[in-house]
């Protein structure tokens, strides 16, 4: 039945609208949402038509009100193809533009302040090759623990990556601010995984 559907049409349409999702730390929306999300990249009759394809192989689950199936993982799959588009995109924009969005706030790193993308940058991690390095010491600017996680789950890194990478984490964690080590224990709780937190105290 979907046999016409190009499958790269399909992972568009999903990590569009994973994104989607994200910016608004939701897990669902009404089906017609999601339509009119996808339209921005197809026709509005394509976009039912993909909508109604993921329904069919189970990648979106729900009638009026869709989310993605069969976890939240697949919604943050989806979500970091979305993310690794962005962010290669903006590492290749030139050097001022790349400063001024990072002042700004509007570069996509900027996300992995907030803990809702914490799994999706994880995630992101696992498939990037080339581009590991630059992905942890990009996100160890923003949020050190998230880039640790990123660094002990995704590809490998550098030594000197890592190396940087556990500094700036540790440096939080004997933080003079209170709210650096607040959110140091928060982020070591919410990684409670023996593969992140023990190299950090061996």
């Not at 069969?70 to 001022?96: I, M």
């Not at 302040?113 to 696992?126: I, K, N, P, S």
């Not at 190396?163 to 959110?183: F, P």
Request: hydrophobic share 45%; with cysteine; aromatic share 8%.
């Amino acid at each position: 039945m979907d046999t016409k559907i190009p499958e790269r049409h399909k992972q568009q349409a999903l990590a569009t609208l994973a994104y989607h999702l994200g910016q608004g730390q939701r897990l669902t929306c009404d089906r017609e949402e999601a339509v009119t999300v996808i339209a921005e990249h197809f026709e509005e009759a394509t976009a039912r038509t993909l909508v109604g394809a993921c329904a069919r192989h189970g990648l979106l689950a729900g009638e009026d009100v869709l989310w993605f199936a069969p976890h939240q993982t697949v919604q943050e799959y989806f979500a970091a193809l979305a993310l690794r588009e962005r962010w290669q995109q903006e590492c290749q924009a030139p050097f001022l533009r790349q400063w001024w969005c990072s002042l700004r706030g509007e570069h996509t790193i900027a996300l992995a302040a907030d803990d809702w993308w914490a799994e999706t940058f994880v995630q992101l991690a696992g498939m990037l090759d080339d581009d590991a390095d630059r992905l942890a010491q990009d996100l160890a600017r923003v949020n050190p623990w998230l880039a640790w996680w990123c660094v002990e789950e995704g590809r490998a890194v550098s030594a000197s990556t890592r190396e940087k990478v556990e500094a700036r984490s540790m440096k939080l964690l004997h933080s003079k601010r209170v709210q650096d080590r607040r959110r140091a224990v928060s982020a070591l709780a919410q990684m409670h995984n023996e593969r992140v937190i023990e190299p950090l105290f061996e």
